[in-house]
């Protein structure tokens, strides 16, 4: 099991693939439309990088005309690799090769 400072690690400024996907959520999402958040000190306080059993992905929380947004921005390969490891582990095959196939979205 990976302790909090290993993980932090993984998704700090000092991780190449959670550096570069910051770097891509700057560019394609407007993040200066922050949501009502306490912001106080910190203009970045609604951007980060997380991470999930599927894969790592940055996301900010934004608003556009008064709705409150969560977008996310990951890696397209290794989403589809890591959806597909879920679906292995959870029996979601079905699910996963609609997906592929677009039949779902």
Known sequence: ?????????????????????????????????NSKLDLDDDMFANTGVGRDPVSKYSYAEIEVEGKEYFVQVRDKKSFYKGIKSVARNHNLSDLYIANQTGSIH
Not at 1 to 19: C, F, H, S, V, Y
């Open 1 to 33: 099991m990976k302790t909090n400072k290993q993980i932090e690690g993984e998704l700090g400024p000092d991780n190449k693939e959670a550096r570069n996907l910051m770097n891509v959520l700057h560019r394609v999402v407007d993040t200066s439309q």
